[in-house]
């Protein structure tokens, strides 16, 4: 446990709008202040972005807690980079891909206590087009199915919106041409996704590499090259563990950047939000951010 002379101050940003905000958003606060912090909460009214409302607090406040899901992290991420503010994750979003990258818990009064516990472990950020991500960016499939998926689908359904909303998106998706540019070259590809993670897991339980950590110092990149997005069926259960490097069809690297260049404009997706156009310059941000978390994955 931490010992302040004084009870910690803590700003607390709950997403409301998130799967589990609003009905958790009270017993969230219940708990914080039971294990002794003192909770400072913009006003209901001020709907300014979470890195202004972390940039305005930040001498105010020994940390940033935030409660939502991957969106909401990522939201409040630059404004905690910026301050150099830990965080902590209440996890009440529809997939906490990044709470479960760094195994905190999904049970709410579990998550507090590893707040209180006051274990931190700095961790990596990606960066593309100076969009931060916590877990990962993409373009082509998974860019699709971010702007197909509505928020509505997701509250509603929770993870098996993302399943409903690829598999109607599976038979119109189409192969497209890319120039990939990394540390070893540059290559011609015809991919039907280009994905980059810096974390484990993603689009609600996807893992990006079955050996990827958020601080490993490297970014995790995965292509597509299969011909018809049907086929991506046959993949998914590789793509759930990991392990999809093992098919030929997929082109697996790792390194701290890659550049994507496509004959048309894309959509890129960072954190399911669609943040611009193809072309994309990802980058690894070594040990950006520190978060609190379980004593185990402490560093």
Sequence with gaps: MRHYAQRPRALLLINRHSRRGALLAERAKTLLDAAG???????????????????????????????????SLNAAAQGIVQCD????????????????????PLDLEEAVRVIAAGQ??????????????????????????????????????????????????LHQSRPFSATLMHQDGEEQIKTLQFAVGNGRFY?????????????????????????????????????????????GTVRTLSGTAFTLHTRRPHDINADGEIIGFTPAHFRLIDGAMRVFAPAAAAR
């Design 85 to 104: 503010l830990p965080l902590g994750i209440l996890p009440l979003g529809t997939a906490n891909d990044f709470a479960r990258t760094l195994s905190i």
């Design 203 to 247: 689009g609600g339980g996807m893992t990006i590499d079955k050996d990827a950590a958020p601080d490993d110092g490297r970014l995790d990149a995965y292509s597509l090259e299969v011909r018809h997005g049907w086929q991506m069926l046959a993949l998914f259960p590789s793509l759930r563990r990991g392990t999809h490097g093992r098919w």
């Design 120 to 169: 931190t472990r700095r961790v990596d950020l990606g960066d593309v087009n100076g969009h931060l991500f916590l877990n990962v960016a993409s373009v082509g499939f998974s860019a699709s199915l971010a702007r197909n998926l509505t928020a509505a689908a997701k509250k509603k359904w929770g993870t098996l919106g993302y399943a409903l909303a690829a598999l109607r998106l």
């Design 37 to 71: 912090f003192v909770l400072i909460e913009p006003d209901s009214t001020d709907q300014r972005p979470y890195s202004t409302l972390i940039r305005d607090h930040r001498h105010a406040v020994d940390s940033v807690i935030v409660g939502g899901g991957d969106g």
